[in-house]
């Protein structure tokens, strides 16, 4: 992601990779569009991610790496908060994860 924005002028300011999902805090050059960057940034990942994990193909068959929609907001005055957002995001996710775990199990099973 970082290799592919680099050559689009684009600056990754905060990222992080989630199980099922990416956050990323850009800077992207006024002369690119979003959808622009977008649709090169999921084009081209998913074809370099299918070259160096050739098993995901069978997974995703029709090489559908990526959801079709996306995000997208302006930061402004909020870029440090939403640096941080995306800081701790993955903690929250994990959190939430195992707070769901818990919800789904028996309680009457005891612990084991």
Same mark, same amino acid.
């Given at each position: 992601m970082r290799q @592919?924005?680099?050559?689009?002028g684009v600056k990754i300011v905060e990222a992080e990779v989630c199980p099922d999902h990416i956050h990323m805090l850009v800077e992207i050059p006024p002369k690119m569009s979003v959808a622009g960057y977008i649709g090169f940034l999921k084009g081209k990942s998913s074809l370099m991610i299918f070259q160096r994990h050739g098993n995901l193909k069978y997974k995703y068959g029709n090489r559908s790496f990526?959801?079709?929609? *996306? *995000?997208?907001? &302006?930061?402004?005055?909020? &870029?440090?908060?939403?640096a941080e957002y995306?800081?701790?995001q993955l903690k929250?996710?994990? @959190? &939430?994860?195992?707070? &769901? @775990?818990?919800?789904?199990m028996d309680p009457l099973a005891g612990n084991k």
């Amino acid at each position: 992601m970082r290799q @592919l924005s680099e050559w689009k002028g684009v600056k990754i300011v905060e990222a992080e990779v989630c199980p099922d999902h990416i956050h990323m805090l850009v800077e992207i050059p006024p002369k690119m569009s979003v959808a622009g960057y977008i649709g090169f940034l999921k084009g081209k990942s998913s074809l370099m991610i299918f070259q160096r994990h050739g098993n995901l193909k069978y997974k995703y068959g029709n090489r559908s790496f990526w959801c079709r929609g *996306y *995000y997208v907001d &302006t930061a402004g005055k909020n &870029t440090k908060k939403i640096a941080e957002y995306i800081q701790n995001q993955l903690k929250e996710d994990q @959190l &939430t994860d195992q707070m &769901t @775990l818990k919800e789904y199990m028996d309680p009457l099973a005891g612990n084991k």
